[in-house]
T-cell receptor, first 109, second 116 residues
Framework: GQQLNQSPQSMFIQEGEDVSMNCTSS?????WLWYKQDPGEGPVLLIA?????ELTSNGRLTAQFGITRKDSFLNISASIPSDVGIYFC?????????FGTGTSLTVIP | GAVVSQHPSRVICKSGTSVKIECRSL??????MFWYRQFPKQSLMLMAT?????????EQGVEKDKFLINHASLTLSTLTVTSAHPEDSSFYIC????????????FGSGTRLTVV
């Protein structure tokens, strides 16, 4: 399957700090998605990106679809304790999704 | 919005037995559903694509005779883990696409399978 490399693998930040994570691929995707997964739950969609260069926000979250279509980043501003979880990027290719390796976020109050 | 219900949320079974996991689209019809497997602290790995009315498409390395997928209706896909072994213990998650939405790939809440 397709390999999506996500970094960093884990982050420990203070409440109020901004967070940035990214995802890169050797393949070109036509859609990039960012999900958050809480323990024992399925992933929940945060942001969807459809075209190269697109920059989309959802509250404190901002994500961008890279120009090369092989990468994407997610920023979280002014982090709060409930931002804790694992964030996954996903690329869509031929109606299938391939997930990144995940970024575990810990927010210290 | 689109809702995908997955059942059971947790199951413990003995080695050698079979376990069935259900994935239902509650407010939309899904011609395609996906089954993923997730080991602790790892990413989701696509196992197979379930197609309504036809055979599932399995990813390389996934045994189709062990992980039986049935998509008999537009709202239900089932994954049966046959002759379960402890190494099959994992978190299984389904997702489905709402054709009425551009990116309506919604995930179920997952099933934690423990084989003892």
């Amino acid at each position: 399957g397709q390999q999506l490399n996500q970094s960093p693998q884990s982050m420990f930040i203070q409440e109020g700090e901004d967070v940035s994570m990214n995802c890169t691929s050797s393949s070109i995707f036509n859609t990039w998605l960012w999900y958050k997964q809480d323990p024992g739950e399925g992933p929940v969609l945060l942001i969807a990106l459809y075209k190269a260069g697109e920059l989309t926000s959802n509250g404190r979250l901002t994500a961008q679809f890279g120009i090369t279509r092989k990468d994407s980043f997610l920023n979280i501003s002014a982090s709060i304790p409930s931002d804790v979880g694992i964030y996954f990027c996903a690329g869509r290719l031929n109606n299938q999704f391939y997930f990144g390796t995940g970024t575990s976020l810990t927010v210290i109050p | 919005g689109a809702v995908v219900s997955q059942h059971p949320s947790r199951v413990i079974c003995k080695s050698g037995t079979s376990v069935k996991i259900e994935c239902r689209s509650l407010d939309f019809q899904a011609t395609t559903m996906f089954w993923y497997r997730q080991f602790p602290k790892q990413s989701l790995m696509l196992m197979a694509t379930s197609n309504e009315g036809s055979k599932a498409t399995y990813e390389q390395g996934v045994e189709k005779d062990k992980f039986l997928i049935n998509h008999a209706s537009l709202t239900l896909s089932t994954l049966t883990v046959t002759s379960a072994h402890p190494e099959d213990s994992s978190f299984y998650i389904c997702s489905a696409r709402d054709p009425g939405r551009d990116y309506g790939y919604t995930f179920g809440s997952g099933t934690r399978l423990t084989v003892v």
